[in-house]
């Protein structure tokens, strides 16, 4: 429970608390179904909420296995019910009942993208079933062959960075990890906290994730930072990399120079200086 509790307190919009009400949460009700119950944590509001969903991701064959599990409890227990205590008010349903698991909660898409995301899947012919294989891939590949990023955006009525982000998120394989083949950052020694961080400050770190809002880069502080999207530009990018779009990719090595920290909050706001 510890660890856990210390893993989910360094994600981005969480904080200690959150992270021990998130646990608590969980011990009471079970497994979280989908990101939406999130919502249902104490303390954790929407902006929290806005922050920290695209970074907690749920494992569908496990959330559908203790779901079904729950049918066929709910099933005997309606026929012991109706067998020998007729006249009795009906038991309350489960979560399961009033929720369902959402396949894109598996992936780095936001939810503020789902609608989005599934116009996508309409639009090459998919469904949520084939995210992460092959077939997957191809489709895409088919589509953005033919109408280009910037053409199937358009259509989309969205922009390129968030469309780039639906197409990772829907092909990469379930359990992607991008942390796995990362290099560790060239942080400085003597930077380990936030009271050692000042305006002007200049890092390295590497991108954690990236969101339509911006780009979350960790310095070595036990908490990312945020580069604004605005801060994002096209004279800051590396020109030897093809990009398909003005983002940042997770895993990127980048400098940033720090514009503010809100030590009570725990939020960093940076700026992009290059990509390494």
Known sequence: MYSVNFSLRHIAGLNANRAKNIIEWREKNGPFINREQLKEVKGLGPKSFQQCAGFIRFNQEYIKTFCSNKKTDLGSHALLTK???QGKKKSKPT?????????????????????IAMRFLSFIGGNTNDIGKSDMQ?????????EGLEGTAKRLNTTVHT??????????????????????????????????LSVGTVLT?????????????????????????RNITEAKLSKVKKRRSLGLGPGERVEV???????PRLRITLDLIRVL
Do not use: M
Not at 205 to 229: M, Y
């Open 163 to 196: 469309l780039q982000l639906i197409i990772d998120g829907l092909t990469q394989p379930e359990g992607f990890d991008i942390r796995t083949d990362f290099d560790k950052p060239d942080f400085k020694r003597s930077i380990v906290c936030f009271e050692d």
């Open 95 to 115: 979560p399961c009942a009033s929720q369902q698991p959402n396949p894109l909660d598996q992936t780095c898409i936001h939810p503020e993208s789902y609608n």
């Open 257 to 263: 120079k720090v514009l503010n920290v809100d030590i």
């Open 138 to 146: 191809e489709k895409v590949n088919a589509v953005i062959q033919k």
């Open 83 to 85: 067998a020998g205590a």
């Open 205 to 229: 770190g590497k991108v954690e994730n990236a969101t339509p809002f911006g780009v979350f880069v960790d310095i070595g502080v036990g908490k990312a930072g945020l580069i604004p999207v």
